[in-house]
C-alpha cells in the first residue's frame, strides 16, 4: 500500500508538470518581459546596451599590454613611449564606436609626414580584429582617400574606397605643441 502510495504521488506530480503547458508559457513570457523590462530600465535613452562593453577585444594582444582600462568611459590609456600615447574606445550609447587615437607631445605635419601616421593607424587596425584592417591599409597604400582641411591644423581625411566610406572616419589635428589623428569605426 505504501508503494502504491508513493508511486501515485510521484505520478501524479509528473503529470502537474508537463499537463500545463499555459502556465509554463505564461511564467515563460514573464520571465522575457521582466528581463525587457529591466534593460528597457537599465539607460532606455541607449541604443546599445555599455554594461556588456568590456576590454576582453583587447585583453589578448601582447603589443597592447600595461593599458589602464576605464569602464565608465569604455577606452583604454597605454603609453607607447617618452613622446607617444594611445587611447583605444569600444562602446557607445546611441551609436556604437570602436577608435584608437594616437596623441603625440610634439606638433606633426600631415603632409611631410603621412607615412609615419598611416603606418601608425595600419599597425592599429591590424592587431584589433574587429577594424578591417586588409580594407584598410589597401585604402591608404593606394591613396584612396581624399584629405580636406577643415581649420589650420585640422583634417577630415575620407575614405573613398566604398567598403570604408559608411563607417570609418579618420581625423588629424596638430598645433604648436601637440597632435592628434584618430581612426574610428562607427555603427549607428
Not at 593606394?142 to 570609418?168: A, C, H, M, P, W
Not at 581625423?171 to 597632435?179: I, L, M, V
Request: proline share 1%; glycine share 4%.
Amino acid at each position: 500500500m505504501l508503494l502504491f502510495l508513493f508511486f501515485s504521488v510521484s505520478l501524479g506530480s509528473c503529470k502537474q508538470v508537463n499537463n500545463n503547458p499555459e502556465a509554463e508559457k505564461m511564467e515563460a513570457d514573464q520571465t522575457v518581459e521582466e528581463e525587457q523590462t529591466l534593460q528597457q530600465y537599465s539607460n532606455p535613452r541607449c541604443k546599445y546596451d555599455q554594461s556588456i562593453q568590456t576590454d576582453a577585444f583587447i585583453r589578448e594582444i601582447k603589443e597592447l599590454e600595461g593599458y589602464e582600462w576605464n569602464n565608465d568611459e569604455k577606452t583604454a590609456q597605454l603609453v607607447l613611449n617618452d613622446h607617444w600615447s594611445l587611447s583605444i574606445k569600444r562602446g557607445g550609447c546611441n551609436y556604437f564606436e570602436l577608435s584608437a587615437s594616437f596623441i603625440y607631445d610634439r606638433f606633426i605635419n600631415l603632409e611631410e609626414n603621412k607615412d609615419l601616421i598611416f603606418d601608425q593607424v595600419k599597425w592599429i587596425t591590424g592587431l584589433i580584429s574587429e577594424f578591417d584592417a586588409e580594407q584598410i591599409a589597401q585604402a591608404l597604400d593606394n591613396g584612396k582617400l581624399q584629405i580636406q582641411s577643415v581649420n589650420e591644423g585640422e583634417y577630415f581625411i575620407n575614405f573613398t574606397d566604398e567598403r570604408l566610406y559608411e563607417y570609418y572616419q579618420f581625423t588629424f589635428k596638430a598645433q604648436d605643441d601637440y597632435s592628434n589623428f584618430k581612426i574610428g569605426k562607427y555603427l549607428d
